[in-house]
């Protein structure tokens, strides 16, 4: 897609490519299909109205699965995503921007592996962040 | 409702208890279905599975004993996800979910209940594990 990073071109607290998404309800639907997570919350307003909610939400998992490409997007081809940790804080509606971001926290090398960690969040066009998470991927480098 | 109704009675004794979820043939539509739902148009996952993938391996199953656990509601508080190797078509993974925690917290109404799944090959390699904590509420709560 993009062109390789290498852990050489990445220091710590640099910024990790944003990524927006912009789910539908169309989405929601497709994505409790291939989840098999099928909580009414998330399709049926009626039900989500009885929860207190205005409206359907996206199910967290989706929202961490945009975290998931946001960190495959740009690690690459030749990079891999070991861990991934996601804490469920707010609300995301469909048809809303969720953005995807994050900073390098650390960058060290373990048994010959070039490992990276990194803080990562995904915010609501208010600026909240409803999800907020930890990563750690592994880069190539160039020798 | 029961003071205590965060959490079925039958699962209140069972920590430590360990479930076989199910055994999955991992095909190149599963793997199509979920690029879609997620939106993710990386030509990589094509027989490689984006690292969320795992995720939604037995999902449904899951959720069916979530909804036998949470009688009356629950919120997804986290996922810790850690891939160990990348999931592809033809592979056959099994699923194991151990019921680890149960801490409830009575005056708040809410129980926070920690799952600790297992994804292993049909070489018998482990390819991912996830640590999901969910918040249970009874239906004085609100979500």
């Known amino acids: ?143 | 409702m029961m003071e205590n109704s965060m959490i079925s009675e039958e699962y209140k004794n069972r920590v430590g208890e360990e479930w076989e979820v199910g055994v999955y043939d991992i095909e190149k539509g599963m793997i199509r279905q979920f690029v879609q739902a997620v939106a993710d148009p990386n030509p990589r996952w094509q027989n490689e599975a984006p690292p969320g993938f795992i995720l939604t391996v037995g999902g449904e199953q899951f959720g069916q004993l979530l909804g036998k656990v949470f009688p009356a509601g629950l919120l997804h508080g986290s996922t810790e996800l850690e891939c160990y190797q990348p999931v592809r078509a033809g592979d056959k993974i099994k699923v194991t979910v151990k019921l680890a925690d149960i801490r409830e917290r009575l005056s708040a109404r809410t129980a926070f209940v920690t799952f600790d799944i297992t994804y292993i090959n049909q070489g018998g390699e482990m390819v991912a594990r996830c640590r999901q904590k969910m918040v249970g509420y009874d239906s004085g709560g609100q979500a």
């Not at chain 1, 290498?6 to 990790?16: L, M, S």
């Not at chain 1, 909610?53 to 946001?70: C, D, M, R, T």
Request: hydrophobic residues 35%; charged residues 25%.
């Open chain 1, 1 to 143: 897609m993009t062109e390789q990073i290498y852990y050489e071109d990445v220091a710590e607290g640099g910024e990790i490519t944003m990524l927006v998404k912009e789910p539908t309800t169309r989405q929601l639907v497709r994505w409790a299909g291939a989840s098999g997570d099928y909580y009414q919350i998330h399709y049926d307003k009626d039900f989500a109205q009885s929860k207190g909610l205005s409206g359907v939400i996206v199910h967290g998992q989706l929202v961490a699965s945009f975290l998931g490409q946001f960190l495959t997007d740009w690690i690459g081809d030749k990079g891999s995503l070991r861990r991934l940790t996601c804490s469920y804080r707010g609300i995301n509606f469909p048809g809303e921007a969720i953005t995807c971001q994050g900073k390098v926290t650390k960058k060290y090398i373990t048994d010959g592996e070039h490992f990276l960690d990194c803080t990562v969040w995904a915010e609501n066009p208010k600026g909240e962040k409803t999800v907020t998470g930890k990563a750690t991927v592994i880069l190539p480098f160039k020798d």
